[in-house]
């Protein structure tokens, strides 16, 4: 049970002892009225399901990685195998493409053009945000507009992953 619904389960037996207690007729100036305090731990261990895939996608996720050592020059850290998931469900994954210049891959069970600038923010590109959009990936290139001019260019690294550079 997420942790919203179990307070909910527990919302009708506090205000059904509160009614109670005001039905009895007692003057609450002179009378004490019972005092109920209820402690509840709810905890959330599961992992968040992906998002739900519309029509057309099969919506199983990608493993960024395989998208990272597409790119030429990317350091990927040691270890590193899958992605890790985010907030919301999606799988992401980082590498280097210099010591100032960072790399983030993102796989969606969704096609990421659809999804909201609002709620994805790193989807929109600066001057120190570049994005690549995939059918189910964008690649995200980090760093300022000095030090991007120093490794592979967005064009590039789009033909690389197969993806197409996003402009504002």
């Given at each position: 049970m997420?942790?919203?619904?179990?307070?909910?389960?527990?919302?009708?037996?506090?205000?059904?002892?509160?009614a109670?207690?005001?039905?009895?007729?007692?003057?609450?100036?002179?009378?004490?009225?019972?005092?109920?305090?209820?402690?509840?731990?709810v905890?959330?261990?599961?992992?968040?399901?992906?998002?739900?895939?519309?029509?057309?996608f099969?919506?199983?996720?990608?493993?960024?990685?395989?998208?990272?050592?597409?790119?030429?020059?990317?350091?990927?850290?040691?270890g590193?195998?899958?992605?890790?998931?985010?907030?919301?469900?999606?799988?992401?994954?980082?590498?280097?493409?210099?010591?100032?210049?960072?790399?983030?891959?993102?796989?969606?069970?969704?096609?990421?053009?659809?999804?909201?600038?609002?709620?994805?923010?790193?989807?929109?590109?600066?001057?120190?945000?570049?994005?690549?959009?995939?059918?189910?990936?964008?690649?995200?290139?980090?760093?300022?507009?000095?030090?991007?001019?120093?490794?592979?260019?967005?064009?590039?690294?789009?033909?690389?992953?197969?993806?197409?550079?996003?402009?504002?």
């Amino acid at each position: 049970m997420n942790p919203r619904n179990a307070l909910l389960a527990l919302l009708p037996a506090v205000v059904g002892l509160n009614a109670c207690s005001a039905e009895s007729g007692g003057d609450t100036a002179t009378e004490p009225r019972a005092t109920v305090t209820v402690t509840a731990t709810v905890t959330n261990s599961a992992t968040p399901e992906p998002p739900s895939a519309p029509e057309g996608f099969a919506g199983e996720l990608k493993n960024p990685v395989s998208i990272l050592r597409k790119i030429q020059g990317c350091t990927i850290p040691a270890g590193t195998e899958t992605g890790d998931r985010d907030i919301h469900g999606s799988l992401y994954a980082d590498c280097e493409l210099s010591e100032v210049v960072n790399v983030t891959v993102r796989t969606y069970a969704v096609d990421p053009l659809i999804l909201p600038p609002d709620t994805y923010p790193d989807l929109v590109p600066d001057d120190s945000n570049k994005v690549i959009f995939g059918p189910d990936f964008t690649v995200n290139i980090w760093g300022s507009p000095e030090y991007l001019a120093e490794v592979p260019s967005v064009e590039t690294i789009a033909a690389q992953v197969g993806g197409n550079v996003h402009t504002p």
